[in-house]
């Protein structure tokens, strides 16, 4: 059964006629050994139902103890996120019924979050930056996970059966919630993207989670609603959930847009509902009806005692910060001598980690730069890969620029070497060896080659002699050639203008 495709108008029609206002809500899972409130294991990928206890299942008389380190971690993320932090909160239970949610009721923080009234400032692409105002950011525990087999989407619907893994329930999360971003405008959708793209970057820098999308580990929901450009109150909204990559936060932004505008043109009303991100269709789908707070029955939690710090602890915490990520990046775009699109290609590729480690190495900063942004991010692209994905560290790098400096290897045989330290052959100096890849030393079979070429190519040599230097490339490839590609193209480049000029 297809799923029903609903009716969009263009984006610049949308925006036209209306004021976008959208909310995110990031959900992240911290990196604590242990759950929130139990001794389980954490550890992801673990066989199914293994890691669970008598207090995630919600066994009855179960008791739950708050982690210590889950509450540091979301002192410190508050902190970083410029927000003020309670000096006393209490968990809440969220009611509602979901066979992932083993006690049928999840233990948030409702009305008393441990961090409320932050911001956090986004760069776009162009430079310019939007602050984003938090709402707050809370503590709470993962549900389970439901894999729904035999339906031709994936979804409960039409499914066959459905199996549940209770290993990620009672996982330690934080829930990162913005007020309504207004006055975007067209940009919305890119805001949004930056947003959790920096909040991302600002969360792996405290090192409280891995916040790898793919995995789950950051989950963003989407919520959007369109107002007349003259109303004066937001209109009803909808919560895309589950979105896992950045490219999906603004695609899915930009279509609920789209869908929103076209059903108040039509003269139809917005259902305040969940929707389903389709990320290969590019669209969403209708999921269940919106709940309000009201509807879920939060309580305090009669279980938990309250999360009280002092300003002792929270001062300890905020010393322990590193330095924000936006302005590292431009600390060490001064190092590094990169223009501001060399530095652009090299965020965009996910790499500013991995060329500060190989600077540190020994390699030059442009080597560094050349090899993850343009080999290594070419192979990403074209196996929608990351750049780290491939087995290569920045040692390799390091050392695959000193066998270039040494003038052992050339480009081209350092991309070969490069091909061998992916396939698992060993270190660059491993591979080049096993290869038998090295520049040839004798000067006299370089100047021999040399003077073949120029014989053979008699227009283009006396293109170079009538002062078109440019021209001398064709023949440095013909040398190369000639040489097997063991010759040094700029020594070979230098015999060639000697002798030509």
Known sequence: ?????DEVVDYDEAIAAYD??????VHVELNTKTKMFCGCATEFGAEPNTQVCPVCLGMPGALPVVNAKAVESAIRIGLALNCEIAQWCRFARKNYFYPDMPKNFQTSQYDEPIAFNGYLDVELEDGTVYRVDIERAHMEEDTGKATHVGGATGRIQGAEYSLIDYNRAGIALIEIVTKPLTGAGERAPEI??????????????LDVSDVRMEQGSMRCDANVSLMKKDADKFGTRTETKNVNSLRSVERAVRYEISRHAAVLNSGGSIRQETRHWHEDTGVTTSGRPKSDADDYRYFPEPDLVPVAPSRETVEELRGTLPEPPAQRRKRLQGEWGYSDLEMRDVINAGAVELIEETVAAGASPAAARKWWTGELA??????????????????????LDGLVKAGRLNDSMARQVLDGVIAGEGTPTEVADARGLELMQDDGALEAAVDKVIDANPDVAQKVRDGKVQAAGALIGQVMKEMKGQADAAKARELIIAKLS
């Open 1 to 5: 059964m297809s799923a029903h495709v």
């Open 20 to 25: 976008p206002v959208i909310g995110l809500e």
């Open 192 to 205: 949004a993207k930056a947003y959790v793209s920096t909040l991302r970057d600002l969360i792996k820098a």
């Open 378 to 399: 070419r192979r990403a692209n074209s196996e929608g890969k990351g750049v780290e994905d491939f087995g290569v560290t920045p040692a390799h790098i390091a050392e």
